[in-house]
């Protein structure tokens, strides 16, 4: 099935937002980069935080997308889906095109939580929580929630240190300190009969 217009736009200004940011990037930019005149944004989106929120709805759903099934294809057990998120991330981390967390760069720029656009970042983090505590329940964690809750602690400062590290400011290799500290705390969490 062809794309129809609106979702070649947002397909188009993800990549503009995610390279360049949100405040960053005025309506001229995106038109010079997507090739998407105004009157056809406008056409389709009354203003640009319209825009942005469906950016990130499909930033949304390709991460989860691309995430879940990863750790599916990289550990076939709950607990090992656990620590192969931070195996995805490392492949992450390792793309050309890695700019960090969209989501992260969202709620930065629209700190006021009762904005949609931080208010859409926090609940892709609240979609990421509920997918791992449940993968923490079947583990057998005694606290599903505060395992996940300090599993994507670590994941969140995992892509931070990484985008740092990109520029030579950190060293190390974050997802896999990460993994290793995840590791720890799931020995804590999951006690083995």
Same mark, same amino acid.
């Given at each position: ?13 993800? #990549?503009?937002?995610? %390279?360049?940011? $949100?405040?960053? &990037? ?7 980069? &997507?090739?998407?005149?105004? @009157?056809?944004?406008? /056409?389709? $989106?009354? @203003? /640009? ?5 469906? *950016? ?6 390709? $991460? ?30 390792? %793309?050309?095109?890695? %700019?960090?967390?969209?989501? =992260? ?11 949609? =656009? ?6 892709? /983090? ?5 997918? $791992?505590?449940?993968?923490?329940? #079947? ?20 892509? *931070? ?24 705390? =799931?020995?804590?969490? =999951?006690?083995?009969?």
């Amino acid at each position: 099935m062809r794309p129809n217009k609106r979702d070649e736009l947002v397909r188009k200004a993800l #990549d503009v937002f995610y %390279r360049n940011g $949100f405040h960053a &990037t005025g309506m001229d930019k995106l038109v010079a980069e &997507t090739g998407v005149s105004k @009157t056809s944004m406008y /056409k389709h $989106f009354r @203003t /640009k935080e319209e825009l942005i929120l469906a *950016v990130l709805r499909l930033r949304d759903e390709n $991460f989860r997308n691309w995430l879940y099934r990863r750790i599916e294809e990289l550990a076939d057990t709950p607990e090992g889906q656990l620590l192969a998120l931070f195996d995805a991330l490392s492949e992450w981390f390792e %793309r050309p095109e890695f %700019r960090g967390c969209m989501f =992260i760069k969202a709620s930065a720029e629209f700190q006021e939580v009762n904005h949609p =656009i931080h208010a859409q970042s926090a609940a892709h /983090k609240q979609f990421l929580q509920d997918h $791992f505590v449940g993968l923490a329940a #079947d583990a057998g964690a005694e606290e599903p929630l505060n395992l996940a809750r300090q599993l994507l602690l670590l994941k969140e400062g995992a892509i *931070v240190s990484a985008v740092m590290a990109r520029g030579g400011g950190l060293a190390g290799d974050p997802a896999a300190d990460a993994k290793a500290a995840a590791r720890k705390l =799931i020995e804590l969490h =999951i006690q083995k009969s």
